[in-house]
């Protein structure tokens, strides 16, 4: 049974980037493959200080895969590697 990857977001509320990103995650998911969970940056002053100009930053196995705008071919190529 292949591992499931670890998806993280970086994002905050308001963010219309991140909420195209999410929704294009919601779809994904669908295919399987990958878990994902959402932080919030302005939850967290270090959190804020290091991704603020970022969001949406996206994360795969804990390795930033894109900042800003999210390509869902390169997602998934990006997914399996």
């Known amino acids: 049974m292949p591992?499931?990857?670890?998806?993280?977001?970086?994002?905050?509320?308001?963010?219309?980037?991140?909420?195209?990103?999410?929704?294009?995650l919601f779809k994904l998911q669908k295919r399987g493959g990958f878990t994902w969970r959402e932080i919030d940056v302005d939850s967290d002053a270090e959190i804020r200080r290091r991704y603020n100009d970022e969001v949406p930053v996206v994360f795969i196995n804990g390795r930033k895969a894109f900042k800003y705008r999210m390509d869902e071919q390169e997602f998934l190529r990006k997914l399996v590697r």
Do not use: T
């Open 3 to 24: 591992e499931l990857r670890e998806v993280v977001v970086y994002s905050r509320k308001g963010c219309h980037l991140c909420e195209i990103v999410k929704e294009s």
